[in-house]
């Protein structure tokens, strides 16, 4: 189906419009002129169809948000060249020539700002740009070449006035070219390029700090974003505003034809005038600058439940980062060295058990005791470990000095109580935190799935590179004891929020989570509807037992026959009858047929039903395929002696389109397929159902595996004398450098994926990346010096950039709901596998001698990158993509192929089918699947994911993974027994992950994050005040306290957030919004790569304290932002956030369809069954065991004895996403 604008009435386009214009207007042939009234929000909804944006408006804002970022990056390199500086120039800077250096720009931003207004208004915002670019590109030559600090003030002088020019004239250029409801947003755009240019000059500066002459490099870089935006002036168009003034009809409507794609030229002409009419007679109206400025657009995105979905996720995204779990992960040999551990070996194996124990228990129980209590249960816990690690710190060195080293002398009873509370951090920070963030997914609509998720990812990477820019400095400035105490802050915060603001969303439907948002933050709410739908199921169990007795009710179900209602309340079968209304003729079965013993039990299978009334019970209509009325058979009506009890109407959410019509739906039956026509050479080798799928998540976990493993690889060779020797003793800038630089080209390439993804499918993306990892690790492995490993490190950033946003979009596609959760922890099982495969890798080979001994590690990766690109064959295509486009037959197979268990009908394969074929078909009827699109649409699910990702970072696991030799150094671990450290916590950190595999899909998402979150917080801070004692006993407790972190982080923050995005968004930008959600990942890993090597070194223990932070600030967003999606199939995930979602399948067109029934002619119990079987595949096991009732002898009697079990059980109730009739 495809979206068409409605023909548009002349009076709604001329309503703005002074009348003397419309008046001499000529007839539009274009538009038809109705004699109905428009209402002003007809306008407005007009308006934003023809405005929607095109790619187009959105390259002229990044072209002119070039010239926006000049500030940021001017602002960012300043740092690093005041280091480096003076010693070129021949003498030190005084303290008076540093604050000249840094003012001069100041003041001349202000000059330059106060007087850019008046060439605007003369000369064309526009020419202005210009003008901005080509001072920068000039201060920037100056300071280049500058020989004294004269000509450097005076150069910043110049730059000043270019960035104060830009800051004046940018935002005012894209608020009068973009549209009213995309201005804001676009403003916004800039903002972003000024923090982006900051985070790129830090990087340049800290690359160039060691080298002579450096800072000449970092400050010419400056120049050439001013050079590409200067040269993209002849693109960029003028203000329309500016145009209108100057009278320039015709430029304006070539402007708008630019910009807004869809729309026609008539509008654009229109459009024009109206614009040239109000800036020159009139106030600017509703389409101009002044009526929506951009706190108004901020003041509109955070209200109502996008705010609350968008704080939830944000939230918990951020507390994952701030409860310190990445400075464990990052730093936890200075953590180590600094507490003088003597027995590694022992204390590391404790920490990895407790990782392990906690990833188990968070697997089995996250779905029983819901996300909302994992994360209160645990955060508390985590601060509580944070707080006792404080403490442990102050006693554990005598007058408490900022930085603990070896050296000093320690109380070992302190040392040892704080690697006990590190332990117990980790251990709790598996249970929850560690997990609940990556299910964010689960919030957002099918429309802002993916924009929401990249926003989410974002919060996590940028809450990282904080917690690793300050580590050490804040160490230095409060002491190990006050960092770690920092750290307990921040958790207890987030378990104060969590408590208050996170509603637990186990066992409700996409639907009704939606709804629990509207007016609350859902907590009430949320335990509202679960108790209503537990007296529902309850309600529909019963009427189940109404029957006469089992194997009569089986009859009933494979014979076809329908059911007459006795005055008693039970259904015997009855003849069949012809159907006059609809000219069916129905032939005649009996009901007491014996059931083929080798029928497989079809739910879908007709029933032979006679037409209802028109006057029926139910409120909804009987011809939309939602309307799944459970009521009274016509002739049981006739009849008022043999009516049965009153059944009150079932359906299947609250917020279904009923008033969708039935014909909208129809031509979308499944293909006929035949198992041997599957192309998989896996399928045709007899590999199918469940055995398929578990290949396929296995195999396709290798491209997180070579994540892992690369981030594991490096932790292990930066410690290597061969390593340390060939490269010059690197400092702890290139050290960071080369560690983080991974994160920016995995950055380029998330955002790139998506869109790739969409167009070239989901497994092709994933051998690109493959190939690019292996690429990138080839050149690392022959690497001749820093530079050539540099590069070889950030082309393996782009194969890991691919990998890490198509994997999980892939395993979320090809996972059946009931077992998504767990197969998406089976694959990031595979992530840290290959963290500790390179660990103990890095431990073998540096028994070898020179430069073999760290060359061999960084071999593996191509061989494993091959592997995975050449074994790629054996992997079916997503059947999501092939549907979307339109490749039916081949969806078909691949459902058919994992879906199949025997099954002659392939029920299973069918329903999904259905589903996703609807999807589609909605997804196209709302037309643009552009970012902006997204960002409109599925916003808060885009800042859910994108906070679960930033939270992932920010909690402190990166800490460990890439700097976990130096961690274990820094508490007194030396050397090769360092790398043992590393090796057996990472041991138990993948055996952390094993219980989350049980856990998800039972216990939910949200309790994994919330107890994983207190874990996470609890061990940080331990750790934190641990180091800062600085006892004999400092080592041992930091070990426990980083293995207990990282079995919290592995079974809870570690594995969720991957899987939520993924499963939140819709099928029209899952690829964008993981493609966010995985760039916002990486923007906090390598921000916190970057730091903390110099953050340990500052602020030393409290770099655990801030983590822990992070740790309780995620718990709170997740307990007050985050709902489950545990069950929950992908096309019913909009349902939760208030979307439109695909009907349940009833009738796919064609009249011999035996399959599925019309709502006119089908039974109400199979309607039942359909309903609880679309909803979650599991219940199909319960009409299968009723089935196995009728069979005779000792297996019946097992039956029957399970089946009662079952009953009394919340199985079936739990998983009927079934509310009564509002």
Not at 185 to 201: C, K, M, P, S, Y
Not at 427 to 447: D, H, K, R, T
Not at 708 to 713: E, H, L, P
Not at 1154 to 1175: G, L
């Amino acid at each position: 189906m495809v979206f068409r604008e409605p023909p548009i009435a002349m009076d709604t386009l001329t309503s703005h419009v002074p009348e003397d214009t419309v008046r001499d207007r000529p007839p539009s042939p274009t538009f038809v002129t109705t004699e109905l009234g428009v209402s002003p929000k007809s306008v407005a909804l007009m308006r934003s169809g023809m405005e929607r944006a095109g790619w187009t408006l959105w390259m002229l804002t990044v072209c002119a948000g070039l010239s926006g970022s000049l500030f940021g990056y001017d602002t960012g390199y300043i740092s690093s060249v005041l280091v480096s500086v003076g010693s070129d120039l021949g003498h030190p800077l005084t303290d008076w020539q540093k604050e000249m250096a840094t003012s001069s720009t100041s003041l001349g931003a202000l000059i330059g700002a106060l007087f850019a207004g008046f060439p605007s208004d003369w000369f064309g915002r526009k020419v202005v740009i210009a003008i901005a670019n080509t001072v920068f590109i000039v201060g920037a030559i100056v300071q280049a070449a500058a020989h004294n600090i004269g000509t450097l003030i005076a150069g910043r002088f110049i730059v000043g006035i270019g960035v104060g020019v830009a800051s004046m004239i940018v935002p005012m250029w894209i608020g009068e070219l973009a549209p009213t409801h995309l201005r804001g947003r676009l403003v916004t755009l800039n903002v972003a390029f000024l923090t982006l240019g900051q985070v790129i000059a830090n990087g340049v500066g800290a690359g160039f700090v060691d080298v002579h002459g450096g800072w000449r490099y970092t400050v010419a870089g400056g120049a050439i974003p001013a050079i590409v935006s200067l040269i993209s002036m002849s693109w960029l168009p003028e203000s329309p505003r500016f145009d209108g003034r100057k009278g320039r009809v015709d430029k304006v409507t070539r402007t708008f034809q630019r910009i807004f794609p869809n729309a026609s030229e008539e509008y654009c002409r229109m459009r024009a005038e109206e614009v040239c009419r109000s800036v020159q007679e009139g106030p600017v109206d509703g389409n101009g600058v002044q009526q929506h400025s951009l706190r108004t657009r901020v003041r509109l995105l955070l209200t109502g439940p996008n705010v609350r979905a968008l704080t939830i996720a944000a939230g918990l995204q951020a507390l994952q980062q701030l409860s310190g779990f990445n400075t464990l992960m990052y730093y936890s040999a200075t953590i180590f060295e600094s507490v003088g551990l003597k027995s590694p070996v022992a204390v590391s194996m404790v920490v990895s058990v407790t990782n392990f124990l906690g990833t188990l228990i968070a697997f089995w129980f996250i779905d029983i005791v819901g996300r909302r209590r994992a994360i209160i249960y645990t955060v508390p816990v985590m601060s509580a470990a944070l707080v006792f690690s404080s403490i442990c710190f102050y006693y554990m060195v005598p007058g408490t000095p900022s930085k603990i080293t070896p050296d000093m002398p320690i109380n070992h009873v302190w040392a040892d109580l704080l690697i006990v509370s590190f332990i117990i951090y980790v251990l709790f920070y598996a249970l929850g935190l560690g997990n609940v963030p990556w299910q964010q997914g689960e919030l957002f609509s099918i429309e802002t799935r993916a924009i929401a998720t990249s926003i989410a990812t974002a919060t996590n990477w940028g809450c990282n590179l904080l917690i690793n820019a300050t580590y050490l400095s804040l160490s230095n400035a409060i002491t190990p004891s006050g960092a770690f105490g920092f750290y307990a802050g921040l958790c207890a915060l987030g378990a104060v929020l969590s408590i208050f603001g996170f509603p637990d969303t186990r066992q409700l439907s996409l639907e009704e989570v939606h709804h629990i948002f509207r007016h609350s933050w859902g907590i009430r709410e949320a335990d509202r509807l679960r108790a209503e739908k537990a007296e529902i199921a309850e309600r529909a169990r019963a009427r189940d037992l109404d029957a006469d007795d089992t194997q009569s009710a089986l009859a009933l179900f494979t014979s076809g026959a329908p059911r007459r209602w006795q005055s008693d309340g039970h259904a015997t079968p009855r003849p069949a009858e012809t159907n006059k209304d609809d000219d069916m003729h129905i032939e005649t079965r009996s009901a007491l047929e014996t059931p083929d013993p080798k029928m497989r039990v079809d739910p879908l299978e007709s029933w032979n039903d006679a037409p209802r009334a028109s006057t029926s019970t139910t409120h909804m209509s009987g011809s939309t395929p939602a309307a799944l009325p459970l009521q009274v058979p016509p002739s049981a009506q006739e009849a008022p002696a043999t009516s049965p009890p009153p059944v009150e109407p079932l359906r299947r959410s609250v917020s279904l389109p009923y008033g969708v019509s039935r014909a909208s739906f129809q031509g979308i039956r499944p293909p006929p397929v035949e198992l041997d026509a599957s192309t998989n050479p896996l399928s045709r080798a007899g590999i199918r159902g469940s055995a398929l799928m578990l290949f396929v998540t296995c195999f396709a976990s290798l491209g997180v595996f070579l994540f892992g493993y690369d981030q594991g690889v490096m932790s292990g060779i930066l410690t290597h004398p061969a390593f340390l020797t060939y490269f010059a003793h690197p400092t702890a800038s290139q050290v960071g450098t080369m560690v983080a630089i991974l994160e920016i080209g995995a950055l380029i390439t998330s955002l790139l994926s998506g869109v790739l993804a969409d167009r070239y499918g989901r497994k092709q993306v994933l051998v690109w990346g493959a190939l690019v990892f292996s690429l990138g690790g080839t050149i690392q492995t022959f690497a001749r010096g820093y530079m050539s490993m540099v590069v070889g490190r950030i082309i393996s950033g782009f194969g890991v950039g691919f990998l890490s946003m198509i994997v999980p979009t892939y395993q979320s596609e090809v996972s059946p709901a009931e077992n998504r959760g767990k197969l998406a922890c089976i694959e990031f099982t595979g992530n840290i596998v290959g963290y500790m495969g390179s660990v103990w890798f890095d431990y073998l080979c540096s028994f070898l001698r020179g430069n073999a001994a760290w060359r061999a590690p960084l071999l593996v990766q191509p061989v494993i990158g091959l592997t995975l690109a050449f074994g790629s064959v054996l992997l079916p295509e997503s059947p999501r993509w092939l549907l979307d486009q339109d490749r039916s037959e081949q969806a078909m197979l691949v459902l058919t192929d994992l879906h199949n268990s025997g099954d002659p009908r392939n029920v299973r394969a069918k329903l999904e089918y259905w589903e996703i074929r609807q999807s589609v078909l909605q997804m196209r009827e709302e037309g643009d699947r552009s970012y902006g699109a997204m960002w409109r649409r599925l916003r808060k699910r885009t800042l859910i994911g994108m906070s679960s990702q930033m939270f992932a970072q920010l909690n402190g696991i990166n800490v460990i993974s890439y700097y976990a030799p130096l961690v274990f150094e820094s508490a007194g671990w030396i050397g090769r027994n360092a790398l043992l450290m590393t090796g057996i916590n990472a041991i138990i950190y993948v055996l952390s992950t094993v219980p989350t595999w049980f856990l998800v899909d039972s216990w939910g998402r949200r309790p994994i994050l919330l107890s994983g979150a207190l874990l996470c917080a609890l061990m940080l801070g331990l750790c934190g005040m641990f180091l800062r004692a600085a006892k004999p006993y400092t080592p041992q407790a930091v070990v426990v306290c980083v293995v207990l972190f990282n079995a919290a982080f592995g079974y809870s923050w570690g594995p969720i957030p991957w899987a939520w995005t993924p499963e939140i968004m819709p099928l029209a930008f899952r690829a964008k919004g993981a493609s966010l959600s995985a760039a916002t990942n990486w923007i906090f890993n390598w921000i916190v790569g970057q730091l903390t090597p110099v953050l340990q070194e500052t602020i030393e223990w409290r770099l655990y304290i801030l983590h822990a932070f992070f740790c309780l600030c995620s718990f709170v967003v997740v307990y007050y932002c985050y709902p489950e999606t545990q069950g929950v199939p992908l096309e019913e995930m909009d349902a939760i956030f208030g979307d439109a979602v695909a009907p349940v399948p009833q009738h796919l067109g064609g009249e011999d369809d035996d399959e599925f029934a019309s709502p006119a002619t089908s039974d109400p119990e199979v309607h039942r069954v359909r309903r609880s079987i679309s909803t979650h595949p599991r219940f199909l096991a319960s009409v299968e065991r009723e089935h196995s009732l009728d069979t005779p002898g000792m297996p019946r009697l097992v039956t029957q004895l399970w089946d009662t079990v079952a009953r009394r059980s919340s199985d079936r109730g739990q998983y009927e996403p079934l509310t009564e009739q509002s």
